[in-house]
C-alpha cells in the first residue's frame, strides 16, 4: 500500500555549502533505522554523497533523494548542494516539497546561501525548519546563530531545541517542545531514547520554552485564552498550534544538534512529522488542472549504463508500475515499466507511489527534468522550475581530433542532468562554448565528461564575438577578367555602401537601370559581397549593418559567369570597405551585481577600470545590488574577481545587450592582434 499523503513529509534540505546537509540526513537515516551504520563526508560513505566526484571533492554536487519511515510517516529527504555552481538541483528540489530543512553552522550563522534559499522558500511560501549544527565545534554559539537568524532572516525563528553545553563540553540537546533531552550518543551510536533534563539548566529551559509557547500561542487564539489564563496546555496542544503555524509560515521552529555524531536527530525527526504540514495538509506545490494523475519531473540522471532515470514527485493520483503515461509537453505515450524507490543510489521497484510521494521512473523515451506525466492527454500549463541562467563560458574542445560528435554528446547528456549546463556554438567565432553557473561548475562537467563518457577535453577562455561595420557612404568598382585559352572570366560591377542605423542588418539594392549587368548575374554579385562580409579586413570579424546598393556595371555575353559575378562583387565589396570607414564592434553585456555593502566601493572600482557604466544601485537587506553596462572583453573572468572583492558573498549574472563600437586605442590592439595571427596561421 502506498503512503497516504497525510502520512508523508517532503522535506528539501538546503543551506549553504559545508553546514552539515549530507551529514545530518545521513544521521536521520541511521537513527531512523533506514541505514545501518553512520557514514561520513570524509570516507566517502554517506548514502546521498555516493557520487566518485562527490567523494573525491567532498561536497554534495548535485541533489540526492532519500526515504525515512519515522512514528508511521514517511519522510522524504532530499539533500541538495549547498554551493552556488551547483545550486540548479536545490532550486528544483524547493520546487517539489511542502518543506525545507535549513541547514545552518554554529559558528558562521547566516550564509550567502542561506539567505538566497530563504527567499526562495519564502517565494514559494514553504513551511521552514531551522537545524543549527556543529555545535561542538570551537567558536559554536548557538544562541548568537539564532539572533542571527531572527535579525537576519526573519523574527518567526524560535528555538525548539537548545544544546546543554557547547563546544568540547557540548553534552546533548533539550527538546522544549516535548520537555526532555538527548545526550551525545558517543562514537557514532544510535541517539538513546530521551531523558531528563539537566536540573542545572532550569533557568535557561524555562525562559526559551517561554519563548516557544509565547510565538506559538499568538498564532492560535484559542490557545491563547488559555495560556493567559494560566492553564496548563498539553504537549500534544502546543504541537498542533506548531504545525497550523509553521504551516502557514508563521513560526519557523529551530532546532540544533551535531549531524556528525548524530546528535540531535531524534528530536530532528519528530519535528519534522509534528512540525512540517503533509500533502494533504498543504496542497500540492504545483498544481495542474483537471483531475488523474499528475506527476511533475524534477530531477534526471544521466546513467551511462542504466540508462535515463526521471526523479518525480506525484501532485495527484497514483504513479503505477506497468502502466501508460503521456508527457504533456512531448505530448507523447510513454511506457512506465517500473516505479522506483530511491534511497541515495539505490533504486527499490515498488508497485506503485501515491499522491505527495516522491520516486523515480527508468527508460523514459522523452522525459525531461520539468515535464509533466499524466495518466491521460490533456491540455495543462507548464510549470516552470526557474533554474538560474549560465554566466561562466568556456570555449571547448576535445584533446583527440575526431572527438567533437562523443564530446557534445556527452554534453547533451549532462545537459539533460543538470540544465544549467548548456553548451552551444557561437556563430560568429565558430567555438563550442561550455558553460555554467561557475568556474568549477563547468571543471566538474569536465571531469564528468572524461568518466562516465570517456571523452577528454580542454577548457579556454572563449574568443570575444566581434563585428566589424562601416561609418561612411563609398562607392567602388570590382572587375574581374581572366583570358586564358578558351573561354573567359569576366564581371564588372559597381557598388556604393551605406552605413544602416544602429550598425544592425544588410541590405542588397539592385539600382541598375537596363541591362549593364543581366538580371541572372545580379544575385551572384549580392552572394560575393555577402561571403566577402564574413571576414571583415579590420579583423577578420563579420560585417554588419550596412546597405549596398548595385549601381552600374558590364558583362560579356561569351565570357561572363555567375562566378565571375561573384568574384566581382567581392572584389567591389573588399575595395569600397576600405574607404567606408571600417570599425570595430563590440558586444556589451548588461551585468547585475549583488555585492555585501562594505564590497560596493571595490566592485564599483573594479567595474570601473573593465569600462564599466554604472546603471544603477539599490541596497537590500545588506546587499547591493549593482546594474552596470561592461564590455564582454572585460568580463570573461568576473567571477575569480568578484569572489575574491566580496569573500565569496557576491554573485552576478548578466546577458548581452547590444554592440558598440570598439574605443579606438582598444580596437587597434584586437586588430593588430588578428593580423598576426592570420600571419602566423599562414606560415
Ligand atoms: N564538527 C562537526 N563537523 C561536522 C558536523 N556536521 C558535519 N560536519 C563536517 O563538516 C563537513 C561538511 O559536511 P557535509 O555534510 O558534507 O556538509 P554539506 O552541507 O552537505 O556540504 P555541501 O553538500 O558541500 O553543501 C564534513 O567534513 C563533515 O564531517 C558537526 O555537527 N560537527
Ligand atoms: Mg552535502
Known sequence: ???????????????????????LVEALLFQAGAANRLGTVESGSTVSDWDEDEQRRQMSLSASICHVEWQGRKINLIDTPGDAGFQGDAIAALRVVEGALFVVSAVMGVEVQTSR????????????????????????????????????LSDKCVAVHIPIGVEHELKGIVDLLHMQAYLDP????????????????????????????????????ALMERYLEGQELSTEEVAKALKDAVTRGEVFPVACGVASKNL??????????????????????????????????????????AGRINVFRVLSGTMKGDSAIVNARAHSKERLSQVLQVQGKEHVQVPELGEGDIGAVAKLKETQTGDVLLDAERQIEAPEIGFPEPVMSFAVTPKAKGDEEKMAAGIRRLGEEDPTIQMRRDQQTGE????????????????????????????????????????????????YKKQTGGRGQFGDCHIVLEPLDGHQGYEFVDKIAGGVIPQSFRPAVDKGIQEAMAHGELAGAPVQGLRVLLVDGSYHTVDSSEMAFKIAGSLAFKSAYEKADPALLEPIMELEVTAPEEAVGAVNGDLNSR???????????????????????????????LTSMTGGRGDYHM??????????????????EAKKEKEEAKV
Not at 190 to 215: C, N
Open 611 to 641: 569600462r564599466g557604466r554604472l546603471q544603477g544601485m539599490e541596497p537590500r537587506g545588506g546587499m547591493t545590488t549593482i546594474k552596470a553596462e561592461v564590455p564582454m572583453a572585460e568580463i570573461l573572468t568576473y567571477s575569480q574577481a
Open 117 to 152: 534559499h530563504w527567499q526562495r522558500a519564502e517565494d514559494a511560501d514553504l513551511s521552514r525548519v531551522l537545524f543549527v549544527n556543529m555545535l561542538d565545534r570551537e567558536r559554536a554559539d548557538f544562541f548568537r546563530v539564532l539572533e542571527a537568524l531572527r535579525s537576519q
Open 186 to 221: 558517543e562514537g557514532g551510536q544510535r541517539e538513546s531514547g530521551p531523558t531528563e533534563i539537566p536540573a542545572d539548566m532550569q533557568a535557561q529551559v524555562d525562559e526559551y520554552r517561554e519563548k516557544l509557547l509565547d510565538a506559538v500561542v499568538e498564532t492560535d487564539e
Open 264 to 305: 540531535g536527530t531524534t528530536a530532528m525527526l519528530d519535528l519534522l512529522v509534528e512540525g512540517v504540514p503533509s500533502p494533504a495538509k498543504k496542497g500540492a506545490p504545483i498544481s495542474v488542472d483537471g483531475g488523474g494523475t499528475a506527476a511533475f519531473v524534477f530531477k534526471t540522471i544521466a546513467d551511462p549504463f
Open 1 to 23: 500500500m502506498p503512503f497516504e499523503p497525510g502520512k508523508i513529509r517532503n522535506v528539501a534540505v538546503v543551506g549553504h555549502r559545508g553546514t552539515g546537509k549530507t551529514s
Open 655 to 672: 546577458h548581452f545587450l547590444r554592440y558598440e563600437e570598439v574605443p579606438a586605442h582598444i580596437a587597434q590592439k584586437i586588430i593588430d
Open 432 to 479: 563550442q562554448l561550455l558553460s555554467g553557473l561557475s568556474q568549477m561548475h563547468v571543471e566538474v562537467a569536465v571531469d564528468r565528461l572524461k568518466s562516465r563518457f570517456n571523452v577528454e577535453v580542454e577548457l579556454h577562455q572563449p574568443r570575444v564575438p566581434y563585428l566589424e561595420t562601416i561609418r561612411k557612404e563609398s562607392r567602388a568598382q570590382g572587375r
